[in-house]
């Protein structure tokens, strides 16, 4: 009998008009899609989209995280054939890259010797990623890399050397001493902005330089870098939006590790792909796979085209793994070891190196060997100066503390800036607000 009365009750609630109007409204009363709808396109040019879902595991005090869905047997994908590269120049680009993988495993065993001041942070897996893209810049435009991005600063005319003194805080490295890591830069011949330490903040100093560009009379392209986890800082947004309504040529690479830290993607934002957030700032979202050099370059070769024509910022998400922890300290021990296996097949520089010996055919066996000789000798060259170069001389401190004669002169780039109307040396009495487009 209780049977029969819910089945009755279940068939009246089916059938009541109020309630399958609240669930689902007749279709006379919804709008038209084509009114309410707008869409957006994400380009993607990856050849394989892989997909894993991870399951926290708790064993006692012990937390560990495991691959609980995705294929992790999946064959490696082959290098996208690029659009502009031609073969001199992806040869460099790999030649970066080669130098960049080696120059990190020195300062490693550097740190191990005791001889570097403070920590060195890796981006082992992340070299197609920082090296094809400052490539796709032209020199008299600006770069902004973060503290992984050491591979852009090579390409940008920094020597390993430079690199591995700035680690050892020796008298001659860029900053004299003062400072560890990658915090340095150069404003008046490399046109790079050095590495900020708060996350995000270089979005908006990088928008600023593209905006003074302008008031110069000329559209560059600018390039800066932010992780998974630093994307969602307020001063990105801040950044990106200030860059996306003054249509400023700002390229974003989001570095999508996979892992902030110790706190994996899924846990970090609810949206599938990061490039969809630039739908918010009405911008171009674009995704690549970060270990795919080509797909790199032609991504950030379009996006630094848009930015010269005066088109805007594009945000670019390259996927790939950051294949050791936040920094030397971190062991990575929550990392599941099955993703960096993974991740290991997909490695940047041998599928580039693939790409080039086996199926361009661009360089030969005996050829490809030379040039990874050729990258070691240097590298060892640079790494004896760097260990051989003296300490900063105690009462060096004291310089460069306080503003001294000239050190913060910085002359226009490319034009004197226009000003309009008003007399020299002052504004008008009363100007109206300017939209700086």
Request: aromatic residues 8%.
């Amino acid at each position: 009998m209780a049977k029969k009365k819910t089945a009755a009750v279940a068939k009246r609630r089916k059938s009541s008009p109020r309630l399958a109007a609240h669930s689902s409204p007749p279709k006379a009363q919804s709008p038209e899609p084509s009114a309410q709808t707008r869409t957006y396109t994400i380009l993607d040019y990856r050849l394989e989209k892989p997909s894993f879902t991870l399951r926290q595991v708790r064993a006692g005090d012990e937390v560990r995280y495991e691959v609980e869905s995705g294929d992790l047997s999946a064959a490696v994908p082959p290098i996208r054939e690029s659009k502009y590269l031609s073969k001199q120049q992806a040869i460099e680009i790999y030649r970066w890259m080669l130098l960049n993988r080696r120059m990190e495993t020195a300062l490693e065993n550097l740190y191990k010797q005791g001889k570097v001041v403070g920590g060195v942070y890796f981006g082992l897996g992340q070299e197609a990623c920082s090296c094809a893209s400052a490539y796709a810049l032209k020199p008299d435009e600006w770069l902004g890399p973060m503290i992984r991005n050491q591979g852009s600063l090579l390409v940008r005319g920094f020597s390993p050397r430079d690199i591995m003194m700035q680690y050892m805080a020796k008298a001659g490295s860029p900053t004299k001493g003062r400072d560890a890591s990658s915090h340095f830069g150069d404003h008046v011949k490399r046109n790079v902005v050095a590495p900020i330490s708060t996350l995000g903040d270089l979005i908006p100093v990088l928008a600023g330089v593209a905006l003074g560009a302008r008031l110069q009379g000329k559209n560059i392209a600018v390039m800066t870098y932010i992780g998974d986890g630093g994307q969602s800082t307020g001063v990105t947004y801040e950044g990106l939006n200030f860059a996306a309504v003054q249509n400023l040529g700002l390229v974003l690479l989001v570095e999508n590790n996979l892992w902030g830290y110790s706190t994996p993607a899924d846990m970090q934002f609810r949206v599938k792909d990061l490039a969809e957030r630039a739908i918010a700032y009405g911008i171009p979202g674009v995704i690549v796979d970060g270990t795919d050099a080509c797909q790199v370059f032609d991504a950030c070769h379009d996006a630094c085209e848009r930015a010269r024509r005066g088109e805007g910022p594009t945000l670019i998400e390259a996927k790939m793994m950051r294949m050791k922890g936040h920094a030397i300290h971190d062991a990575a021990e929550y990392v599941p070891k099955p993703l960096f296996e993974y991740w290991k097949k997909r490695d940047p520089i041998a599928r580039l190196e693939n790409y080039l010996v086996k199926a361009k055919k661009w360089l030969t066996a005996e050829e490809n060997q030379k040039l990874i000789a050729d990258v070691e000798r240097q590298l060892e060259a640079d790494r004896e100066f760097a260990v051989n170069s003296p300490m900063p001389a105690p009462e060096s401190a004291a310089g460069g503390v306080y503003c001294e004669a000239g050190c913060h002169e910085i002359k226009p780039k490319y034009a004197t800036p226009t000003v309009r109307g008003g007399k020299a040396g002052g504004p008008k009495s009363s100007e109206a607000a300017v939209h700086l487009k």
